[in-house]
């Protein structure tokens, strides 16, 4: 037997679903570029289930048939292939450049949508508040892409919801509000979940590797269908789970023949920082954004904060993919689109808000964003819902402790509160990155 030492890799499909051959119509690892991730180990387990239907035929006596595996054949054989989920566990570690190849950066766009600021480095800038900034250059910055900056020593974050406030050519507005006028901000790339016409879209569909000590795996066709962001001792750790619409075994390199030798594979860490829940703020707009109409104007929602006394946070976001089935290949599906998703974030306080006291029964709307440290260039990450409402009663204490705690439970409502063009407007989920 040999040791269980692994890896998992991942590759950009390019927008070819499946990564089919256009030859023989088999998925195919033939022109993919593998990335190995730094994720944790336990998750990374051979996966899935053969699909296959049962045959209850007539017999003569008490026995069975093999079932029929639901395949395509290659010559006079047939394609051993699977289904199932995929699993990675992995941080946020961030890293200087544009998140397009990287594997943190094709985790988060296969199942959402990515939108950069063509600033490329920190900006010096004038502010006349938290809200309001004079940058190098307005046309720099995209609508509904976060930014950070550092003020008294913390990891700030917040939203353009402008970029060229008032008309005049030369600020943007945010939302919500830095604790104080920055005097430099820091651009990041931003994976937001679309709405309106875009609803339903990702970046792109990826390819697994999952390499061994005398195995290989490779997961075809996946997006993903939920992530779920936690603290590990301070650490924001990312779970992540695919849905992959065809996983075929290669434990001897025999049917692809890549001349790539069996064996896991280093992992590739970026240059960044590790995302901790240290030197940041959970933040909560202190007014309501716009919600019910999509506001008007150059000017944007620019909202007030409230920081809070969190300890601890969950954040869910599930996405339901639906196949978009056909014949014409082993996939069974010429895509899989999301068509629905939800998140959840659950902040834990230690000091009970009073803003929020009466937030439930008055269906109150408010920004929430939660802040990680460190940030600055290649560093920090953030989550951010525009527009959120609670779903369970902000009054109902946890007293089950030490400490009475307040449990806030938020969902994602419709906001409109962003102006101007830009891809990430008024998207309903982001999610920030430091470059």
């Given at each position: 037997m040999?040791v269980?030492h692994?890896?998992?890799?991942i590759a950009?499909?390019?927008?070819?679903?499946?990564?089919l051959?256009?030859s023989?119509g088999?998925p195919?690892?033939?022109?993919?570029?593998?990335?190995?991730?730094p994720?944790?180990?336990?998750?990374?387990?051979i996966?899935?289930?053969?699909?296959v239907?049962?045959?209850p035929d007539?017999?003569?006596?008490?026995?069975?048939?093999?079932?029929e595996?639901?395949?395509?054949?290659s010559g006079?054989n047939r394609?051993q292939?699977?289904t199932?989920?995929?699993s990675?566990?992995?941080?946020?570690?961030?890293?200087?450049?544009a998140?397009?190849?990287?594997g943190?950066?094709l985790?988060?766009r296969a199942g959402l949508?990515?939108?950069?600021?063509?600033?490329?480095?920190?900006?010096n800038?004038?502010?006349?508040?938290?809200?309001?900034?004079?940058p190098?250059n307005?046309a720099?910055?995209a609508v509904?892409?976060?930014?950070?900056s550092?003020?008294?020593?913390r990891?700030e974050y917040?939203?353009?919801?402008?970029n060229d406030r008032l008309?005049?050519g030369?600020?943007?507005?945010?939302?919500?509000?830095?604790s104080?006028?920055?005097?430099?901000?820091?651009?990041m790339?931003?994976?937001?979940?679309?709405?309106?016409t875009?609803?339903?879209?990702?970046?792109?569909?990826?390819?697994?590797r999952?390499d061994?000590?005398?195995?290989?795996?490779?997961?075809?066709?996946c997006k993903?269908s939920?992530l779920?962001i936690?603290?590990?001792g301070?650490r924001v750790m990312g779970?992540?789970?695919?849905?992959a619409?065809?996983?075929?075994?290669?434990h001897d390199?025999?049917?692809?023949?890549t001349?790539?030798?069996?064996g896991?594979?280093?992992?590739v860490f970026?240059a960044?920082a590790?995302?901790h829940?240290r030197?940041?703020?959970?933040v909560?707009?202190s007014?309501a954004?716009t919600?019910?109409?999509d506001?008007?104007?150059?000017t944007g929602?620019e909202?007030?904060r409230?920081?809070?006394?969190c300890?601890?946070?969950?954040?869910?976001?599930?996405n339901?993919?639906?196949?978009k089935?056909h014949?014409?290949?082993?996939?069974a599906?010429?895509?899989?689109?999301?068509?629905?998703?939800?998140?959840?974030?659950?902040?834990t306080?230690?000091?009970?808000a009073?803003?929020?006291?009466?937030?439930?029964?008055?269906?109150?709307?408010?920004q929430?964003l939660?802040?990680?440290?460190p940030?600055?260039?290649?560093?920090g990450a953030?989550f951010?819902i525009p527009?959120?409402f609670?779903t369970?009663d902000?009054l109902t204490?946890d007293?089950?402790?030490?400490?009475?705690?307040?449990?806030?439970?938020y969902?994602?409502?419709r906001?409109?509160?962003?102006?101007g063009t830009?891809?990430?407007?008024?998207s309903?989920?982001?999610i920030?990155?430091?470059?």
């Amino acid at each position: 037997m040999s040791v269980t030492h692994r890896s998992i890799s991942i590759a950009d499909e390019g927008g070819t679903f499946g990564s089919l051959n256009a030859s023989t119509g088999l998925p195919s690892p033939s022109g993919l570029t593998f990335s190995s991730l730094p994720a944790e180990r336990d998750p990374v387990i051979i996966f899935g289930e053969p699909p296959v239907s049962e045959r209850p035929d007539l017999r003569d006596g008490p026995y069975g048939y093999q079932p029929e595996l639901d395949t395509v054949w290659s010559g006079s054989n047939r394609v051993q292939r699977r289904t199932g989920e995929v699993s990675v566990r992995i941080d946020f570690t961030t890293g200087t450049g544009a998140y397009t190849t990287t594997g943190l950066g094709l985790l988060l766009r296969a199942g959402l949508k990515r939108v950069a600021h063509t600033a490329t480095s920190s900006d010096n800038v004038s502010s006349a508040s938290g809200n309001q900034i004079t940058p190098t250059n307005e046309a720099n910055w995209a609508v509904g892409g976060l930014i950070s900056s550092i003020i008294n020593g913390r990891a700030e974050y917040s939203a353009l919801t402008s970029n060229d406030r008032l008309g005049a050519g030369t600020d943007i507005g945010v939302s919500p509000s830095f604790s104080a006028a920055p005097s430099t901000i820091y651009p990041m790339d931003t994976f937001y979940l679309p709405t309106g016409t875009n609803s339903g879209t990702v970046d792109t569909s990826v390819c697994f590797r999952v390499d061994g000590v005398n195995f290989r795996t490779y997961a075809f066709g996946c997006k993903l269908s939920s992530l779920a962001i936690s603290l590990e001792g301070g650490r924001v750790m990312g779970d992540f789970t695919f849905q992959a619409a065809c996983i075929i075994d290669d434990h001897d390199d025999s049917f692809y023949s890549t001349g790539v030798a069996l064996g896991p594979v280093e992992p590739v860490f970026l240059a960044g920082a590790p995302a901790h829940f240290r030197g940041s703020y959970v933040v909560l707009s202190s007014t309501a954004p716009t919600t019910s109409t999509d506001k008007a104007g150059t000017t944007g929602d620019e909202l007030a904060r409230t920081a809070l006394d969190c300890e601890s946070f969950e954040i869910t976001l599930t996405n339901e993919l639906t196949p978009k089935g056909h014949s014409n290949s082993i996939l069974a599906m010429s895509d899989m689109e999301v068509s629905n998703a939800t998140v959840e974030a659950t902040l834990t306080l230690s000091a009970p808000a009073s803003l929020v006291a009466n937030d439930f029964r008055d269906r109150v709307s408010r920004q929430v964003l939660v802040g990680t440290g460190p940030t600055g260039t290649g560093k920090g990450a953030a989550f951010y819902i525009p527009s959120a409402f609670l779903t369970v009663d902000p009054l109902t204490y946890d007293v089950s402790g030490e400490i009475v705690k307040q449990v806030l439970t938020y969902s994602q409502g419709r906001f409109g509160g962003d102006v101007g063009t830009g891809d990430a407007k008024n998207s309903l989920f982001r999610i920030g990155l430091g470059v």
